[in-house]
C-alpha cells in the first residue's frame, strides 16, 4: 500500500538551531516528490518538487534531498517566520492520486 | 503565484442544509482536486476532475458532489450537511499529462456543521 510517514510529529527549535524534518515513502511508480508548507487556516504552499535520487533543491533556509526511500527537508538557521507544518507527498503512477503525510508542525522560538 | 480561490472562506450552518464550496482558477490547469483535512492530519482526496465533464472520486468516500461545466470552476456540493462534514476542505489545480505536477491550492473552506 502506498505510504508517507513523516517524522517527528512536532519539532521545536530555537531561532538558529539548524534540524532536518524525514519523510519516509512507500510509493510504487514514484513521478515526484513534493514539500509544501502550511500555515494555520490557509492553503498548503508549494516549496519543491523532487523527480530522482539524489536531487537536491534549496530556497532560502530550506533544502530538500530524495533518496529512494526518503527525502529530507533541512531547514538551517530557522527563524520564528518559518514555524509552520511541513508536509511531504508522493505522487505515483497513475497521476491522481498523490499521497500526502500528516505533516511535521515545527515551532521555532525566537 | 497561484490564481486559485475559494468561498466561503469560513462556514457555519446547520443539520441538513444544502451547501456548495466554490472553487475557481485562472490558469487554465486542466485537472482539479477536492481534498478533505482535519486538525493535525493529512488530506484525503474527495474528488478530482480530468477537465471538462470529467470527474471521478477519490479514495475517501464522501457524500458530496462535483461538477465541471466550465475549465476554470468546480464546486463542490453537500445535499444534507452533517456534523460528521464538519472539516476543512482544500481545492487544487494543476496541469499537464504525464504525472508528478505540482498542485496549486486554495486558501480553504472551514465548514462548522451544527
Known amino acids: 500500500e502506498d505510504q508517507v510517514t513523516q517524522s517527528p510529529e512536532a519539532l521545536r527549535l530555537q531561532e538558529g538551531e539548524s534540524s532536518s524534518l524525514n519523510c519516509s515513502y512507500t510509493?510504487?511508480?514514484?513521478?515526484?516528490l513534493f514539500w509544501y508548507r502550511q500555515d494555520p487556516g490557509k492553503g498548503p504552499e508549494f516549496l519543491f518538487t523532487l523527480y530522482s535520487a539524489g536531487e537536491e533543491k534549496e530556497k532560502e533556509r530550506l533544502k530538500a534531498t530524495l533518496t529512494k526511500k526518503e527525502s529530507f527537508l533541512h531547514i538551517t538557521a530557522p527563524k520564528p517566520e518559518d514555524s509552520a507544518t511541513y508536509l511531504c507527498a508522493g505522487d505515483h503512477t497513475g497521476g491522481f492520486k498523490t499521497i500526502f503525510g500528516a505533516g511535521t508542525r515545527l515551532f521555532v522560538k525566537a | 503565484e497561484a490564481d486559485i480561490y475559494q468561498t466561503p472562506r469560513y462556514l457555519v450552518i446547520g443539520t441538513g442544509k444544502k451547501i456548495t464550496l466554490e472553487c475557481s482558477q485562472t490558469m487554465g490547469h486542466d485537472k482539479m482536486y477536492w481534498y478533505q483535512q482535519d486538525p493535525g492530519m493529512e488530506l484525503h482526496l474527495i474528488h478530482y476532475?480530468?477537465?471538462?465533464?470529467?470527474?471521478e472520486k477519490g479514495d475517501l468516500s464522501s457524500e458530496s458532489t462535483v461538477s465541471r461545466i466550465r475549465t476554470e470552476h468546480f464546486p463542490l456540493t453537500l445535499e444534507s450537511a452533517r456534523p460528521s462534514h464538519t472539516s476543512q476542505y482544500l481545492c487544487?489545480?494543476?496541469?499537464?499529462?504525464?504525472?508528478?505536477?505540482?498542485?496549486?491550492f486554495g486558501p480553504g473552506t472551514r465548514l462548522l456543521v451544527l
Open positions: 510509493v510504487s511508480g514514484l513521478r515526484g
Open positions: 476532475s480530468y477537465g471538462v465533464n470529467s470527474t
Open positions: 487544487a489545480s494543476s496541469s499537464g499529462t504525464s504525472g508528478g505536477e505540482t498542485q496549486y
